[in-house]
């Protein structure tokens, strides 16, 4: 998911910043996902559901979190008020609720996201091509490594 296309960067940024975000999600229920765990707020949430891109259960925002139902019920409480996410009674069963996320939401991750890239960028930049690309070649060997020797058995 790659919002930034600015021309005022040089090709290999944009490349690099293609490679690092491949690097760091490319590790599903692996090392990263679970660094990412740290970050166990409102953004967190949003990230989850426009990833999802479907209507979830609170409990399965709480499987990813890792957290109690009252610090994901918090959680949506604040997304709720904010307008950042939607919850609805599911049709079938209406004990249940479904979390999904609006476009307020969906903004509102595009601009962190654009932020985050930008300073990459940025970095990179400073760096220069062949800093650049001798990080990500050592960057991908220590995901590697973590992801094993965090989770042998995968």
Known sequence: MLFLN?????EYVLEALTQFHEIVSNHKNGSFEDLNRINK?????????????????????????????????????????????????????RRNILVSITNEGKNRIKEEI????TIAAKIFIEMGESDTIEFLRLFKIFSDSVKRSMFPNL
């Open 6 to 10: 600015r021309k005022d960067y040089p």
């Open 41 to 93: 707020g409102e953004s967190f949430v949003l990230r989850y559901l426009a990833m999802k891109q479907n209507k979830v259960y609170p409990s399965e925002i709480g499987n990813a979190l890792g957290s109690s139902n009252a610090r994901v019920s918090a959680l949506l409480n604040r997304l709720e008020e904010k307008k950042l996410i939607k919850r609805e009674i599911y049709e079938d069963n």
């Open 114 to 117: 654009t932020e985050i890239q």
